[in-house]
């Protein structure tokens, strides 16, 4: 049976306390990153996240928090006789933030949108959905336009999500995978009639009492299947004939990974993309030790974990290499950086970590320099167009609490910018001056990125285009993330310190499903801003 949410949000709390306590081992120096408050309060809590095409990011808490800090516009009001909370509510629970303009406006959601899930469709729309209560079976869309709000579709989904994850599919559709109580998945926008699909693994990953299968990490697989990860093991799943195609090993040690137990994940970026046969790899990281909450009830609290596991989900036999942090991580969010480390972050830990999956094991991690502000059970992060990290959130209570409290409800804003953004990297760094952001591109051509680099020598070989898939961020998982080193094939220099670099785009939408993407130029390690470019 589902646990209450206020015994997880104390248990979560006091697993995220227990994070950060001197058992493990001792911090290396904090070295680089540097961070900025963007907002001190943009008056409600950042749960959920999404960047759009138009460098506005979507964020939203959940209506069942009672009332915000934010009023919505013109005195309205949001009248809901279900709402567990406040049946009148004329306060916001969702707001647009304008990146470039640091602003920020209300937007209106008509049911509760606690625990949800979502992704961007190919056209750019934001399709969320599920929750609790009265917006269980709901899917919201938000168009990115000047004047855009929420539109639900009652009953879009065929049964209830609340702690589910999606993914975009190379077709177009989402595939919604879980959640408490759902043992199966469906497909939006429907088009069968059953469209609730029984899936007995996340039955057999459901640990009685605890779940420690929500919020399944889910990556598309080169091959078209989806990898999907509960609790402490995986499957290769083919979705199109409901067949499972690979099992693969338990996680050594079998310590839990998924919600509540949370850790985080991402698929390694995609490189070699026109090699016959490309590798994937899947890194899941921190995580609760079996028996926490068990254990929590009788006064005894354990400490997070403070190992990785990594594994080829392409090799025919194939082994999670454990690995160990520098700091132990519970509710932590892993961010893919456009020169393709991994940022660590969240997670009742002031630091976050780099990791650099192309290093030897022993030398992958590197502590960044610390924030202020305590981000635990329900913090948010996002990739920017600029490269910087937004981060935003924090609230390990039933309610909006600001007093009383060890970790008061955080309402702000603010950004890392990683070591690539220090302004001594200038004379490295790329400017891309063709083709325009917005630009549409085909799958398997090649296409010319023109590029200004100030600097006295540009090797070839240290030239990268990547395109990256913004992601849905909530409960330490970014659904949908996606980085692809599409490499250079040839590099021209045309004058005043301006090159020519020639690149292939993926070759199909198992590799990079359609959609909008974010394409950098990297230089010795050091990204561009990235452009806008839609691959369909």
Partial sequence: MALPSFIFSTFLLLQLLFASLPS???????????????????????????????????????????????SLPNGKCRNDPTDTALQVDCTAHSVEYDVFANKFQALTVQTDVWCSSGAIMPDGNLFQTGSFNDGERRVRVFSPCRTCDWNEIPNGL???????????LPDGRQIIIGGR????????????????????????????GIENNLYP???????????IFANNRAILFDYVNNLVVKKYPMIPGGEPRSYPS????????????????????VLVCGGAPKGSYLQSLKGTFMAALNTCARIKITDPNPEWIMETMP??????????????????????????????????????????????IPRMYHSMVALLRDGRVLVGGSNPHAFYNFTGVVFPTELSLEAFSPVYLDAKFDNLRPTIIAPKSMSGIRYWKKYTIQVVINSDKVDESSVLVVMFAPAFNTHSFSMNQRL?????????????????????????????????????????????????????
Avoid: C
């Fill in 217 to 227: 990490f889910i990556f598309l697989n080169v091959d078209g299947n989806l990898f």
């Fill in 327 to 372: 700091l132990a991580r519970v509710m932590d969010d892993m961010i893919l950086l456009p020169n393709g480390n991994v940022l660590l972050i969240n997670g009742a830990v002031l630091s976050p970590v780099l990791y650099q999956p192309d290093n030897n094991i022993g030398s992958r991690f590197e502590v960044q320099n610390s924030t202020t």
């Fill in 484 to 536: 692809l080193v599409l490499g250079n094939e040839k590099v021209t220099a045309v004058g005043n310190s301006t090159y020519n670099v020639e690149a292939t785009t993926p070759r199909s939408g198992n590799v990079a499903p359609s959609g909008f993407y974010l394409l950098f130029v990297v230089h010795k390690g050091i990204p561009s801003q990235g452009i806008w470019v839609r691959l369909h």
């Fill in 24 to 70: 493990h081992r001792t911090l290396t120096s904090a070295v680089d990153g540097s961070w900025q408050i963007l907002q001190k309060s943009i008056r409600i809590s950042a749960m959920h996240m999404q960047l759009l095409r138009n460098d506005h990011v979507i964020m939203f808490d959940r209506t069942d928090f009672g009332p915000s800090n934010l």
């Fill in 181 to 208: 109580g759902q043992f199966n998945y469906e497909f939006i926008p429907k088009n069968i009639v059953a469209n609730k699909i029984n899936l007995p693994f996340l039955s057999k990953t459901n640990d009685k």
């Fill in 158 to 168: 065929t049964t209830k999500r609340w702690y589910a994850s999606n993914h975009i």
């Fill in 262 to 281: 949370t850790g985080s994940a991402v698929l390694l970026p995609l490189k070699n993309l026109k090699a016959a046969a490309i590798e994937a790899e």
